[in-house]
């Protein structure tokens, strides 16, 4: 069974910075794409950013310039440093990895979501 556990949310002001982690375990044979995904109060879970296993990367356009996604395949986690943060900013972020397991078939996992509040 694969897991995906999220830490680093809480309350910070406009302007701060977040840094997110997110790692996986179980039984891991292979980690393919990682990303994040925001979900706000009344909206649908958006992509925010994702990293392939070479360290290619997408951003939202909402974040560039603003948010880095980065990867340690060692540690099989992805990370999120969040930076200018506005108010807009504020939702629950989901961690998403696809992952082939010990039957080597890739199946798409979610971390439980953690809440980021940007408000002063």
């Known amino acids: 069974q694969v897991q995906l556990v999220e830490s680093g949310g809480g309350l910070v002001q406009p302007g701060g910075s977040k840094r997110l982690s997110c790692t996986a375990s179980?039984?891991?044979?292979?980690?393919?794409?990682m990303g994040w995904y925001r979900q706000a109060p009344g909206k649908q879970r958006e992509l925010v950013a994702t990293?392939?296993?070479?360290?290619?990367?997408n951003y939202d356009d909402s974040v560039k310039d603003r948010f880095t996604i980065s990867r340690d395949n060692a540690k099989n986690a992805v990370y999120l440093q969040m930076n200018s943060l506005k108010p807009e900013d504020t939702a629950v972020y989901y961690c998403?990895?696809?992952?082939?397991?010990?039957?080597?078939?890739?199946?798409?996992?979610w971390g439980q979501g953690t809440q980021v509040t940007v408000s002063s």
């Open positions: 998403y990895a696809a992952i082939a397991d010990s039957s080597h078939v890739a199946r798409s996992y």
């Open positions: 179980g039984s891991i044979f292979s980690i393919y794409a």
């Open positions: 990293i392939t296993t070479g360290g290619g990367t």
